[in-house]
């Protein structure tokens, strides 16, 4: 799926996404997460290993984002992206993903992770299987 500019550009404006993750009786899991791009995957990095979040990707790779946007669309709806994926787990390279997005999230002289030696943890990586959603990108 080719991710639009207009897309792209929400992604990367620091707006938090809402990743869904299925828990092992099905159930959803939400939690937010810091967002960016990596191509045309969608990335966030992870420190602690035992997230539930991580265990449920490990089990069933199915996700679902969603990130709200700031402009208003005809008739009157706020721009919201839902992208439906898969995620893969990629052993290392969080705290430097969590800095790259920490000077989007909160500002460009923040240290983040704010510990000497973070742990290498891990960056969720999704593929983009469907976009949905009211925006540029569902139009058509």
Same mark, same amino acid.
């Given at each position: 799926?080719?991710?639009?500019?207009?897309?792209?550009?929400?992604?990367?404006?620091?707006?938090?996404?809402?990743?869904?993750?299925?828990?092992?009786?099905?159930?959803?899991?939400?939690?937010?997460?810091?967002?960016?791009?990596?191509?045309?995957?969608?990335?966030? !990095?992870?420190? $602690? /290993?035992?997230? %539930?979040? +991580?265990? &449920? =990707?490990?089990?069933? #790779?199915? @996700?679902?984002?969603?990130?709200?946007?700031?402009?208003?669309?005809?008739?009157?709806?706020?721009?919201?992206?839902?992208?439906?994926?898969?995620?893969?787990?990629?052993? !290392?390279?969080? $705290? /430097?993903?969590? %800095?790259? +997005?920490? &000077? =989007?999230?909160?500002? #460009?002289? @923040?240290?983040?992770?704010?510990?000497?030696?973070?742990?290498?943890?891990?960056?969720?990586?999704?593929?983009?299987?469907?976009?949905?959603?009211?925006?540029?990108?569902?139009?058509?």
């Amino acid at each position: 799926v080719e991710l639009l500019p207009e897309a792209r550009g929400l992604i990367e404006s620091g707006a938090l996404g809402h990743l869904v993750t299925l828990n092992a009786d099905g159930s959803p899991q939400v939690t937010c997460v810091w967002v960016g791009l990596d191509g045309d995957e969608i990335v966030s !990095g992870h420190l $602690p /290993e035992n997230q %539930q979040k +991580l265990k &449920n =990707v490990r089990r069933d #790779p199915r @996700v679902t984002l969603s990130i709200e946007g700031v402009k208003v669309q005809p008739p009157g709806l706020k721009q919201y992206l839902v992208v439906h994926g898969r995620a893969r787990l990629e052993p !290392g390279g969080a $705290p /430097e993903l969590l %800095q790259r +997005l920490a &000077n =989007v999230y909160l500002g #460009p002289d @923040v240290k983040f992770p704010p510990m000497d030696n973070p742990p290498p943890g891990t960056v969720l990586r999704i593929e983009i299987d469907r976009i949905g959603g009211v925006g540029p990108w569902s139009e058509g």
